[in-house]
C-alpha cells in the first residue's frame, strides 16, 4: 500500500511504516495537482498537516482508504463526509499537547519583558541608545502570583495549566463541555503535586485572569471580540495558539491600540497563509506562524502514533 505524507512526516514514522510493509511517499504536491498525483500512483493513505485541504472533491475523485491529520484540529479535512464514505479518518490529539503549551509559555514569557520588540530594536540601536533601551524596556512583569485564564480545559489546555501551576500562577479556566478537571504536575524525580480545576464561567474568566490563552477549536463565529475584550482587565496580556478565527483579529488590534489588552501573541491566524498586514506591523504583539506543534519531539510522537493508527487499521 502507498501513504503520501504530503505535509512532510518524522523519518521514525517513515521507517515504522516501511517496516510495516508501506510504502512512503515525501513529495510535496500543489494543493491543484493532488488528485491526479492520487489516482495516477494509486495512493491508498493521504497524510497531512494544517497545510493540505481534503475536501469533498478530493474525496469523491480518488480512492483513498485513509486521511491522517498530523496534529489536533481537522478542520481541513471534511471528516464526516470522509468516513460516510467508509474512508478512515484519524488524527493525533496528545501527540503535540506539550509543543503547543510551551510555546505558549515562551510567547508570555517574551511578552512580559518586551523580547518581542527589544529583540527587533536592540540589533538596530543597540549600540547608539542602550540607555535609553534599558529604561524603555525595565517596566517588565512576573507571572508567578498572576491569574493565568484558559480558554478550553482539554488536553492542550490542561498541560498549559500545568505549566502555569509549576511557574506559580493561580490557573481559572472555561469550558462549557467541561465541569471540572484533575491536573498532576509531575516533577524530573517522579513527584507530582495534584491539582482539581472547577471550570468557570466565560465572563468570570475574562473578568479575573491576567492572562487568557485560547484552546478551542475553530467556530463558526469569534469567540473573542469587542463585548469579550470591554469584559476583560485593562492590560490583560492574551495568546491565541489554537485556531484563526476564534479571536476578532480587527476588534483585537483596537483593542491594543487602546490598552485595553497590554499585548498579545498570535500564533494562528484568520486568513492563513496572509495574515492581516495591520496586526503583523502592532508593536505590541508577539508572532509565530503556526509553529504551535512544530518541535522535533512532537513531530517524532505524532509520526510514531499515525504510523501506529494506520498498521493497526490497514495492514
Known amino acids: 500500500m502507498k ?25 510535496n504536491v500543489a494543493q491543484e495537482q493532488l488528485i491526479n498525483y492520487i489516482n495516477t500512483n494509486k495512493i491508498d493513505a493521504l497524510l497531512v498537516r494544517s497545510a493540505t485541504k481534503v475536501r469533498k ?31 478512515h479518518v484519524i488524527n493525533t490529539p496528545a501527540a503535540s499537547s506539550h509543543s503547543v503549551a510551551e510555546l505558549v509559555f515562551a510567547h508570555l514569557f517574551g511578552m512580559v519583558r ?13 549600540d547608539t541608545k542602550f540607555n535609553a533601551l534599558k529604561k524603555a524596556y525595565a517596566n517588565g512583569r512576573e507571572l508567578k502570583g498572576k491569574t493565568m485564564g484558559v480558554f478550553g480545559i ?32 509531575d516533577f524530573f524525580d517522579g513527584q507530582k503535586i495534584g491539582f482539581d480545576i472547577k471550570t468557570q464561567t466565560k465572563e468570570s474568566v475574562l473578568k479575573e485572569a491576567d492572562f487568557i490563552s485560547f484552546h478551542v477549536p475553530a ?31 480587527v476588534a483585537l488590534v483596537t483593542a491594543l491600540e487602546s490598552g485595553k489588552v497590554a499585548y498579545a501573541a498570535i500564533d494562528t491566524f484568520e ?18 506562524p503556526h509553529i504551535g506543534a512544530a518541535t522535533l519531539e512532537a513531530q517524532e510522537r505524532i ?7 494506520i498498521a493497526k487499521l490497514l495492514k
Do not use: C, W
Open 57 to 87: 472533491d478530493l474525496i469523491d475523485a480518488t480512492k483513498l482508504k485513509l486521511i491522517g491529520r498530523g496534529g489536533v484540529g481537522m478542520d481541513n479535512i471534511d471528516v464526516d463526509y470522509a468516513k460516510s464514505k467508509g474512508i
Open 154 to 185: 482539554g488536553r492542550i489546555g490542561q498541560e498549559t495549566s500545568k505549566i502555569a501551576l509549576g511557574v506559580g500562577m493561580k490557573v481559572i479556566a472555561f469550558d462549557p463541555f467541561i465541569e471540572k478537571v484533575h491536573i498532576d504536575v
Open 3 to 27: 501513504i503520501l505524507a504530503n505535509d512532510g512526516i518524522d523519518s521514525a514514522a517513515i521507517e515504522a511504516l516501511q517496516a510495516s510493509g508501506f510504502e512512503v511517499i515525501t513529495t
Open 114 to 126: 518586551f523580547l518581542y520588540d527589544s529583540n527587533r530594536t536592540m540589533p538596530l540601536d543597540g
Open 219 to 249: 467556530q463558526k463565529d469569534y469567540v473573542i471580540s469587542t463585548t469579550e475584550f470591554n469584559m476583560m482587565k485593562t492590560g490583560v496580556g492574551i495568546v491565541n495558539a489554537s485556531r484563526g478565527g476564534v479571536i476578532d483579529e
Open 303 to 309: 509520526g510514531l502514533e499515525l504510523a501506529e493508527i
Open 271 to 288: 486568513n492563513e497563509p496572509t495574515p492581516a498586514l495591520k496586526l503583523l506591523m502592532m508593536p505590541n504583539i508577539s508572532l509565530t
